[in-house]
């Protein structure tokens, strides 16, 4: 299966990472990082580059996508390189998937329409722009577009694509692989448990 | 706070990426990636490389120092050019740290003589060849001495740490603001709750 990632600039790291590590770790997925040219990329903290390995004319045909999020997709919805590449690609894919605001580039790409979908719950209501049907939830199925909440959301998003394209062991195995057993130290990770306040303190965070 | 994140060739991703994506977050804290020399550094898949935007050299007294893992922690045992960093650093740091099995590099280094530490399930023991007492436990703080399990463990070790060096209120912030309210589709993350089989499917995977 092969697996292209674009990058963007201001991208979120771990949107990328996260579905990137499961996804590389499975046996028969090869994951390419891809961007209107080679090179590094940089993050939306300005001092993470990630550097990818082709441009989007190198992978037209990808059998997934997996689109991040960041600060950096607001100018990203304008860029209609990665906007038509996103659009040809979900021709030829078994799924295109996003973490975070990267499904607002789906939305751009004229691929939610009708459509249900997340995104990161700062946003949520966002996506109606484009026609989809926004769902708080951590991962949402709705035949070949998958779209996973904020940041961390997408290695939910991934182990759960790879039981269904390899099998159930397999995916678990890279699950034991990665010791994802998470213990959060606090439950607040979702705007449904944080304390009062702390919404706000993550919004002065994040924009 | 200044965290610095060595990278050596053969990481693994995620274990650099999820601390830095929550410390990255947080405010008053700057992260850099550095390595023997600034440049791309390419991880254990040979498929993404990270930036080092500084040499060691440049950075002899951080704050914070998170020593990630990977299959080629192995081979950098014996890379004294980043051990004897990770040695000097420590005297100065406010925690040393690791992810996976980073901590057999930071006991390559002395610094877990006689200390309770973790790492990945799969090589637990071998913290035992540097005095130290193994602990199957996702985070172990000892003093300033602190160790994450696999992978994705790293992650509630930042959240962890950031608790203490701003306040609750911040990392609960950040864990918003990263969505970190996790999901794993299956109950596998940790070989005492993995079904038969699933480890010696992992063990292949990984080595």
Redesign the interface.
């Known amino acids: 299966m092969r697996v292209a990632i674009p990058l963007y600039p201001r991208f979120?790291?771990?949107d990328a990472?996260?579905p990137?590590?499961v996804m590389?770790?499975?046996?028969d997925c090869?994951?390419?990082?891809v961007a209107a040219e080679p090179g590094?990329v940089t993050d939306d903290?300005g001092?993470?580059?990630?550097?990818a390995?082709a441009s989007y004319a190198d992978l037209p045909d990808p059998d997934v996508i997996v689109v991040p999020g960041g600060p950096g997709t607001l100018e990203a919805l304008s860029d209609e390189v990665l906007i038509g590449w996103i659009r040809r690609a979900h021709a030829h894919t078994r799924w295109t998937t996003s973490v975070?605001s990267g499904s607002l580039l789906l939305g751009a790409a004229g691929l939610l329409d009708g459509v249900k979908a997340t995104t990161?719950?700062a946003i949520l209501e966002m996506l109606a722009q484009f026609g989809a049907e926004p769902v708080s939830e951590?991962?949402v199925v709705e035949g070949k577009i998958v779209t996973a909440?904020?940041?961390?959301?997408g290695?939910?998003m991934a182990?759960?694509l790879l039981?269904q394209a390899s099998d159930?062991?397999?995916?678990?195995?890279?699950?034991?692989?990665?010791?994802?057993?998470?213990?959060?130290?606090?439950d607040?990770?979702?705007?449904k448990?944080?304390?009062e306040?702390?919404?706000e303190?993550?919004l002065?965070?994040?924009t």
């Open positions: 979120t790291a771990l990472v996260g990137y590590t590389a770790f499975a046996p090869t994951v390419t990082f590094p903290q001092t993470l580059a990630l550097t390995t975070c990161h719950w951590r991962v909440a904020g940041v961390s959301a290695i939910d182990l759960t039981a159930v062991e397999t995916a678990q195995a890279v699950q034991l692989a990665i010791e994802y057993d998470p213990r959060p130290p606090f607040c990770g979702s705007p448990t944080a304390p306040g702390v919404a303190r993550a002065s965070l994040i």
